[in-house]
């Protein structure tokens, strides 16, 4: 099983700041990396696909980058909505495995 | 418009048996491969099962696998998820989620674009 860890837990900003969240998996997943918002009470949002496509709706604020191993989710310029939970999933292999999560809170 | 919705959640005795449903509508079911992911209270996600769009394969997370299982019924625009032998860890927020990609096989169809809101499922004595 691929284990994703993604840092850091919680990451304290302003709105307007720059978010730059990591996920890191065990083994290389290559591109096939996905990323998902979620807001409190709601489902998971799809932002991001295979690494770096945003997915239909999405701002372009967000923008997802890395292969292999490494992999970063970019947030520009941070809007008020965009305080929430951030997930990095791997599609590379069965069992699909999530990673632990980066909350984006108001500093 | 997409819409999934689950049902079936409650408070089960451990040991005990469920039947989760998802309802499919504003798609044509028979086109997607479908996916459970469930979410203990307070924790992060946690990705459970999928079934082909078909209903030809059916993969499991390692902690479900033997006590649940996955099937579908195109013709009525619904997905199912049978958990048997629940134990209290598996208490939490189930959603069904719809791959992106049409016909897609395999874990790499990009990620779930449409989910449920999700149903709760509470074991405890």
């Known amino acids: 099983e691929i284990v994703l860890t993604q840092s850091p837990a919680t990451l304290s900003l302003s709105p307007g700041e720059r978010a730059t969240l990591s996920c890191r998996a065990s083994q290389s997943v290559s591109a096939y990396l996905t990323w998902y918002q979620q807001k409190p009470g709601q489902a998971p949002r799809l932002l991001i696909y295979?690494?770096?496509n945003r997915a239909t709706g999405i701002p372009a604020r967000f923008s997802g980058s890395g292969s292999g191993t490494d992999f970063t989710l970019t947030i520009t310029s941070l809007e008020p909505e965009d305080f929430a939970v951030y997930y990095c999933q791997q599609r590379y292999n069965w069992p699909l495995t999530f990673g632990g999560g980066t909350k984006v809170e108001i500093k | 418009q997409v819409q999934l919705v689950e049902s079936g959640g409650g408070v089960v005795q451990p040991g005990r048996s469920v039947r989760l449903s998802c309802a499919a509508s504003?798609?044509?079911?028979?086109?997607?491969?479908m996916h459970w992911v469930r979410q203990a209270p307070g924790k992060g996600l946690e990705w459970l099962a999928f079934?082909?769009?078909?209903?030809?394969?059916?993969k499991y997370a390692d902690s479900v696998k033997g006590r649940f299982s996955v099937s579908r019924d195109n013709s009525k625009n619904t997905l199912f998820l049978e958990m048997n032998s629940l134990r209290t860890e598996d208490t939490g927020f189930y959603y069904c989620?719809?791959?992106?990609?049409?016909?897609?096989?395999?874990?790499?169809?990009?990620?779930?674009?449409?989910w449920g809101q999700g149903t709760l499922v509470t074991v405890s004595s």
């Open positions: 504003g798609f044509t079911l028979s086109s997607y491969g």
């Open positions: 079934i082909q769009f078909d209903g030809d394969d059916q």
């Open positions: 989620a719809r791959d992106r990609v049409l016909y897609c096989s395999g874990s790499r169809c990009d990620g779930n674009d449409y």
């Open positions: 295979d690494a770096t």
